[in-house]
């Protein structure tokens, strides 16, 4: 059975689900190519604050490509530059949406995984989480972007240990490296994911969009006027002067 996305919205928050369970979530082309029509679907709905990116089930965020889909036929090379320019898409569409995206990483997350996890702004991982990148002893080089966002992430000699080594991490010491925010019991991932998508909500949409454009901006050196602009626009719209005038009220009721 192919893959698939699902796309659900509750309130500001909207959701995407990898779904191949058989295939602990592995991409194959009918997923990829649900990941970048739900993506745009996000990214053109104005009501949506923050994404959060999940596999369905508890054994996988995301086993990396569906290499059985891959290599079924005989014309390797052609399948694996489809799924190429597949994935391409899907990461361009999410790298298109403006607000925060939250990666809720439980179990194993490997190959495409990580770079799916790479598209988002926070990472959430379960203790059982593991990352993995077996690219090199199948021959493959990884895409050069999410090599540039690891190395941003962790420097240049761990991401080389991590893609040479072989070694998958383990979510403790993908946390000492940068490579996701915060750990949490297995248990308790998604309550915490949920929290932490709420917390974000709860911002006025304009400034999420504006923190986040910054701080992309910032680690990959986005000229700085550019930014400024950005904040002076965040600064002239609804979000700011509501607020401030909803703290003046709570405090003149408060006397």
């Not at 029509?37 to 990116?53: F, I, M, N, Y």
């Not at 929290?195 to 700085?224: D, F, V, W």
């Amino acid at each position: 059975m192919a893959g698939t996305v699902h796309l659900d919205f509750a309130g500001p928050v909207a959701t995407l689900t990898l779904d191949n369970p058989a295939k602990r979530n592995s991409v194959d082309l009918a997923l990829a190519g649900a990941l970048a029509a739900s993506a745009r679907t996000v990214a053109a709905d104005e009501r949506v604050h923050v994404v959060v990116l999940r596999g369905a089930g508890q054994r996988a965020f995301c086993a990396g490509g569906d290499f059985d889909a891959m290599t079924a036929g005989g014309a390797i090379a052609a399948a694996m530059a489809a799924m190429e320019q597949a994935l391409d898409a899907a990461m361009a569409a999410l790298d298109a949406i403006e607000v925060p995206i939250v990666a809720s990483i439980g179990g194993g997350c490997f190959g495409a995984g990580v770079q799916l996890a790479l598209a988002a702004d926070i990472r959430i991982a379960s203790d059982d989480a593991r990352f993995g990148i077996p690219a090199a002893s199948l021959g493959i080089v990884y895409p050069l972007p999410a090599i540039a966002e690891m190395i941003r992430l962790a420097g240049p000699g761990a991401i080389a240990h991590f893609l040479l080594g072989g070694e998958p991490l383990d979510a403790a010491a993908a946390l000492a490296r940068g490579l996701v925010e915060q750990v949490v019991a297995k248990p308790a991932l998604e309550a915490e994911t949920a929290k932490l998508a709420e917390r974000i909500a709860s911002h006025p949409r304009e400034t999420a969009r504006a923190y986040k454009a910054i701080i992309r901006g910032l680690a990959r050196g986005r000229p700085m006027a550019e930014l400024i602009d950005i904040q002076r626009r965040a600064h002239a719209g609804p979000g700011l002067v509501e607020r401030l005038a909803e703290v003046a009220r709570r405090r003149a009721a408060k006397g």
